[in-house]
């Protein structure tokens, strides 16, 4: 029998949830590497990321998704629509909330009403799982547990720090129990369905975001425009545009002397360099477009729609 033809616990798993609640760091910590970027900002995550994890007797297919969150920009509304979709096609849902976040009641009272809304469109179990409880005085999980138990029938409520680790073996042992047997979705070997060409625009996306702070908003997009392979130099060349909404933002992003963009590049092609096995040429370049996030057109082109 091929490997793929035999029944093991497998499925699929979306992971949802607020922005920053973690939900990137969950699923890369189960991988073992980083397949989703992981920054400080709302919405970093813009695409349904899949990472694959892999065992003898098992196959979790994750799939992390935007942050959940109320929005018309055109943008946001593509990034809600494609965690929404997740819901209804999977065979397990996590929902992730940050407990470390103290809200006021009328806030707490709107997030419990859009949380019902969200779990509605669940057709399969669900496990809530309150991250950075290492952020929050112990006291208080046994409440915030009974408070989200109220909210919807979960299968379980499980209490993790999805950065130190707390609480993630017993999270798996529970997403395998709930998980039917079946096939194989994917090869063993593989730890994503996502291109090399994506990974790279999503490092370097990332080192934007974490190497501007405040400066930047998150509508910066970066295109891929070449990735070329020498086998016989052994090295990958990539060119990448970093698109920005404002001439404004340009300045910031390049840095004094281009000081700025070359830190940008050095931290990003070390990455890549870690993703592909390879050496990298990466050049980088600094467009704009005004308000592409509004240009449904060019959101097309970006792979968002």
Known sequence: MDLLDK????????IVGPPNAGKSTLMNHYLGQKISIVTAKPQTTRNRIVGIVN????????????????????????????????????????????????????????????????????????????????????????????????????????PVSALGGDGLDSLFKEILALLPMGPRYFPEDIPTDASERFLCAEIVREKVFLQTGQEIPYSTAVMIESFKEDEEKQLVTIHAAIILEKQSQKGIVIG???????????AAR??????????VLLKLWVKVKKNWSQDERFLKELGYQ
């Open 55 to 158: 065992d003898t007797e098992y196959q979790v297919v994750f799939l992390d998704t935007p942050g959940l969150h109320q929005s018309r920009d055109p943008l946001n509304m593509e990034m809600v629509r494609v965690a929404m979709e997740s819901l209804t096609e999977v065979d397990l849902v996590l929902f992730l909330v940050d407990v470390s976040l103290p809200l006021p009641e009328k806030v707490q009272e709107k997030k419990a009403a859009e949380l019902a809304e969200y779990m509605q469109r669940i057709k399969g179990p669900a496990i809530m799982v309150l991250n950075k409880i290492d952020l929050i005085d112990r006291k208080k999980v046994l409440p915030l547990i009974d408070s989200y138990a109220r909210l919807f029938p979960f299968h379980a409520l499980i």
């Open 7 to 14: 029944p093991v616990k497998s499925g699929m798993v979306a």
């Open 256 to 266: 004094k002397g281009g000081k700025k963009l070359k830190s940008i590049g050095i």
């Open 270 to 279: 070390k990455d890549i360099e870690a993703l592909i096995g390879q050496r």
